[in-house]
């Protein structure tokens, strides 16, 4: 999976139109959902990026508040120098450090996309403002987009009460890691949970934590702090995770992917040139909508 971070410019979350981007966007992995209502499971955060990468990000987040650029020359320049002191750190070469030795553990991470919903075509990456005006009429179409938010979670053979006791670390072979995706109020809650830890240098990336669901129907969900993540105890349990949890990164993306051209035919309204005349929200009634996408064969 090394390759996800080969360069410091690279957008990970990309797929192109051909049969691998048609694997990806027909992928029926499980994501985590609860079920009913007081259902509890206790979790911990398992997604995150290399200590190299999280530096520049820095580098460049604080060159942007400053109205300056960072070169991707200069990036990879900052990326060498990070890695070498891990190296120093761990008694290796530059050239032995895996992607599990460069992870930074400190600083969970988190996916973020724009989507709209439709009947019949599921949830559809936003084009909205990427594609000039014509192509914006095609996308209002839609509902609006939502911001949306994917991470990895490792869930642990707790009790109905989201407990796990010393004596139960024999179970932990029975460990699960899955996608999780949230709305931004469950990830802004997230967020004021790690920011309080921080206040006593800490971060939720060395928790565990309970999450309670409280409406199954919309997938709202209070989260609770529940002490030091027990996944981390065992250097070795620790890295099996890891090389478990890596393997996934790439699988945290879970809506479809389509030019306007494809959104536009999907809603029937054919070329360009004949597009331009129908515009118009009063020129695509309500049920003429419902009765295009009712026609509509997902991929």
């Not at 192109?16 to 992995?29: H, I, N, R, W």
Request: overall charge negative.
């Amino acid at each position: 999976m090394s390759e996800l971070f080969d360069d410091y410019d690279a957008i990970d979350t990309d797929i192109g139109l051909d049969e691998e981007g048609k694997k990806v966007a027909s992928d029926q992995a499980e994501w985590f959902k609860m079920g009913s209502k007081g259902q509890i499971f206790r979790m911990a955060f398992a997604y995150f990026h290399p200590i190299d990468h999280n530096m520049v990000a820095k580098k460049v987040a604080a060159a942007k508040e400053a109205g300056q650029t960072v070169s991707l020359e200069k990036k990879r320049e900052i990326g060498k120098k990070v890695l070498e002191r891990l190296a120093e750190q761990s008694g290796k070469k530059v050239e032995q450090l895996t992607l599990i030795d460069r992870l930074d553990l400190s600083e969970v991470k988190f996916k973020q996309f724009r989507a709209h919903y439709a009947q019949g075509l599921g949830f559809v990456h936003s084009r909205l403002g990427l594609d000039g005006v014509e192509a914006d009429a095609v996308w209002k179409r839609l509902e609006e987009p939502k911001n949306y938010f994917t991470t990895l979670v490792l869930i642990y053979p707790a009790n109905a009460r989201g407990d796990f006791r010393a004596e139960d670390m024999s179970k932990l072979a029975e460990v699960r890691l899955i996608p999780w995706r949230m709305s931004r109020g469950l990830f802004m809650s997230i967020w004021k949970h790690n920011a309080g830890l921080q206040s006593n240098g800490l971060s939720i990336a060395s928790q565990d934590f309970k999450a309670e669901c409280v409406d199954p129907a919309y997938q709202k969900i209070d989260i609770s702090l529940a002490g030091p993540a027990i996944w981390q105890r065992d250097p070795a349990y620790k890295r099996a995770i890891l090389e478990k949890a890596v393997g996934m990164y790439d699988k945290l993306d879970p809506f479809r992917t389509m030019t306007t051209d494809q959104l536009r035919a999907k809603l029937g309204l054919g070329s360009t040139a004949m597009a331009d005349a129908s515009m118009t929200p009063g020129n695509f009634s309500t049920s003429n909508y419902a009765d295009v996408l009712s026609e509509v064969e997902d991929i």
